[in-house]
Structures are given as C-alpha cells and as structure tokens.
C-alpha cells in the first residue's frame, strides 16, 4: 500500500480564496482523522470520520472550515474563506480502529495564506 | 479528561549515548499509549504503544519504552542514540473509558543528537 496520500504538498494562496485539501487514506482503514499543526498550538485534531461519517468536529476552528468524505477513499477539507492565521501545516490520518491501533499519517500540506 | 504533557521541549544527546525522552498523563481509565516520531518535512510516524501486559514496550529503530501506572510516565528510551534519531517526538494518549476521543498529543520533545 502506497501510504497515506495527500495532495496538494503545498498551497500558496491569498487572503480570501477558498483552499480545498484532499486526502486518500489507507485502502481498509475505517477510521479518518484531519489535523493541523502549527509552532504555537502543536498538532490539533480537527475532524474525524468513521466509516464516512463525521463523528466529532469540535476541533474545526469555525464555520470556514469544512470536511467531506464522500466514500471510504476519499476525504476533503475545505476552507472559505481563508485567512492568514490558517497558515499551517495539515495532516490526513487513517487508521484501522479507534482505540487499539496507531494511525497512519499522511505527508501533510503545507498551507501558507498570504 | 485526558491529557498528556512532555515536559521537554528539547533533549540533547551525543551519539552512542542513552538517551530518554519524558511522557507524563492523565486519565479516567486505563491508558492506551503512543509514541510518534517526526522528520522534518514528514507526517507522523509510528514508533511503538502500550496497550496492556508487558509494561515494557519494544518498538521501531531500536526504541522501547516503559509504562508506569504509579508514576503516569510513558518514558521513550533508547540505549544508544544516533545522529538520525534526531526528530520531534510526540507523545499521544487515548483514555479507554472515555468513549468518542481519538488521541491527545503531547506538544512534542525536539531530540537532537550531535556526533
């Protein structure tokens, strides 16, 4: 299996775009995790989805942030509109199960809104 | 709640040397425990975790960690470091009697081992 993939590797946007951050996880993998990663704050749990389906978003910083996964290979998080302070890195995550198996990182994103 | 705090923000150590880097947390239950590595550039990645038994934990690239109930420790180990060792360690968590969470990383000890 080729891993986590993600794509872009990196985003360079302006103020006020919309920025779209795609993920494929680990063929078998029920469990999809979204993270952000920045010097002050570490890694943040944004979002996560078990089969599909969203299970806790309370980690999404507000309204400008949206993630989809509309089948088990596929997974979007969506900002609109962006803004500096979400300039970070963004990582995609799978794993097997929720409380027994380590999850599986991707590359991550690196995010720079001008 | 559950937390996990990695006390150092850096650890440095020469080549050939034992080197350690703390975990400490806080639970409801029982504790699953992680450790993660980082490489400049990269994602995450797996080193090793405690589940249950053995409280020593043997995982990747020669690092073993031991799990301590009395002290809330989850120390990452290795008895001999390597200049390619050094990374950002993370530390991560997950409370067995808490249902919905995922895992709480540490905010990660930076490891720098020089010749």
């Known amino acids: 299996d080729a891993g986590v993939i993600q794509s872009p590797r990196h985003e360079v946007t302006e103020m006020g775009q919309e920025v779209t951050l795609r993920c494929k996880p680990i063929?078998?993998?029920?469990?999809l995790f979204w993270y952000r990663q920045t010097m002050m704050r570490g890694l943040e749990l944004l979002i996560y989805?078990?089969?599909?389906?969203?299970?806790?978003d309370s980690g999404m910083p507000e309204d400008r942030f949206s993630a989809k996964m509309p089948n088990a290979s596929f997974s979007t998080l969506k900002i609109q509109p962006s803004e500096p302070r979400d300039s970070a890195v963004y990582f995609c995550?799978?794993?097997?199960?929720?409380?027994?198996?380590?999850?599986?990182f991707g590359p991550g994103t690196r995010l720079t809104v001008l | 709640a559950q937390s996990v705090a990695q006390p150092e923000d850096q650890v440095n150590v020469a080549e050939g040397n034992p080197l350690t880097v703390k975990c400490t947390y806080s639970?409801?239950?029982?504790?699953?425990l992680f450790w993660y590595v980082q490489y400049p550039n990269r994602g995450l990645q797996f080193l090793l975790k405690?589940?249950?038994?053995?409280?020593l934990v043997k995982g990747s690239y020669g690092f073993e960690a031991e799990f301590n109930k009395s002290q809330t420790s989850f120390h990452l180990k290795k008895p001999s470091a390597l200049v390619s060792d050094s990374a950002l360690y993370f530390c991560?968590?997950?409370?067995?009697?808490?249902?919905?969470?995922?895992?709480?990383f540490g905010k990660g000890t930076s490891l720098l081992v020089t010749p």
């Open positions: 995550a799978s794993s097997l199960a929720l409380l027994r198996n380590e999850q599986f």
């Open positions: 063929s078998g993998h029920d469990y």
């Open positions: 989805f078990n089969n599909n389906v969203p299970i806790d």
């Open positions: 639970v409801s239950g029982n504790p699953y």
């Open positions: 405690y589940i249950t038994g053995d409280n």
């Open positions: 991560a968590v997950r409370d067995t009697v808490v249902a919905g969470y995922a895992l709480n």
